[in-house]
């Protein structure tokens, strides 16, 4: 019996966790490499790759990326919001993934920057109430902005080039 | 019926980009009208300057400062230089008058407030919303 094949009680193989692992990696560390651009980032364009790719097993490295975060930058209320926010992105992703291109994927990867400020308001709403998460979010809107384009850009250049190398690693590797 | 696929596809892109860049439009005009503007100083003071001849020149400020010397540095058409003492700032002119000191008479730079005597140096002075400060050439 082959040991990659084991299946192990919660429904994975070791090759899932090693590739839970390695899509953990790749998320933590291209957030690491743009951090010093602010509001540019490549986890959002990663995760709609990995959830078309591999599907629900994105969640576990969301999950993954998300206290491993928590572990490196510190457990604060924007913790919180990363609960939440990565996995409805992937959740989207899952939704458009039949008819999905990389001009589709762009403009959810794009509104989902542009709204990231509005979705990250929730804890604010429930320490400081409305007035509180509504200041919150208005200052945040011109890196809102930014994040909404930057998103696409990202998006619109790379998914093609990272889509062809992620099947073409699935099919050699986790086929 | 692929072709027809498509433009529907199509048409879906396009709402989806023009969604976008109205909700960018949206964001941002959103931003233009509740965004907190930068508002001059919380407090505004009167501050008059009496000359030789009695003649007042007055300068209207917004200021957040606590103390007045901070409220009447870098304020156009009023230069006061001084010396540094034990107390702060000894006013020596206001705006190019100078103050001529002497043993037994001369003339000197006085702070009032709210049209008192003021009691302390423009390091010391502390600024109140609405409050009016005078800085008359007075001789003794």
């Given amino acids: 019996m082959n040991e990659n094949n084991i299946t192990l009680k919660a429904g994975l193989t070791i090759k899932d966790i090693a590739l839970i692992g390695v899509m953990t990696a790749t998320l933590e560390a291209g957030k690491y490499a743009l951090s010093f651009i602010p509001n540019i980032e490549i986890v959002s364009l990663l995760i709609i790759l990995y959830t078309i790719f591999f599907e629900k097993k994105v969640i576990y490295a969301i999950f993954c990326f998300i206290v491993l975060d928590g572990c490196i930058y510190g457990f604060g209320l924007w913790w919180i919001m990363y609960l939440y926010a990565w996995p409805l992105l992937s959740l989207l992703t899952s939704w458009l993934r039949k008819s999905g291109s990389a001009m589709t994927y762009s403009i959810l990867s794009g509104m989902f920057g542009l709204c990231f400020g509005a979705l990250c308001v929730l804890p604010y709403l429930f320490i400081g109430g409305i007035k509180t998460a509504f200041t919150w979010w208005i200052a945040g809107i011109p890196y809102d902005i930014i994040h909404c384009i930057g998103n696409f850009i990202l998006c619109i250049v790379l998914f093609n080039p990272l889509y062809w190398v992620l099947g073409r690693i699935k099919r050699e590797y986790y086929s | ?140």
């Fill in chain 2, 1 to 140: 019926m692929n072709e027809e696929t498509k433009k529907q596809g199509n048409k879906k892109l396009l709402i989806g980009g023009i969604i976008m860049a109205l909700l960018i439009i949206c964001f941002a005009a959103v931003y233009l009208i509740f965004a907190p503007k930068p508002t001059e100083g919380a407090k505004a003071i009167t501050v008059t300057v009496v000359d030789d001849s009695k003649e007042e020149t007055s300068y209207s400020i917004n200021t957040d400062a606590e103390f007045l010397r901070e409220a009447l540095d870098g304020v156009e058409g009023l230069e006061i230089i001084g010396t540094e003492g034990d107390y702060g700032l000894y006013i020596e002119s206001v705006n190019g008058l100078l103050a001529q000191s002497g043993s037994e008479s001369g003339t000197y730079w006085a702070i009032y407030v709210n049209g008192e005597y003021g009691q302390y140096s423009l390091d010391a002075q502390p600024v109140t919303d609405g409050d009016n400060y005078s800085l008359v050439y007075e001789s003794y």
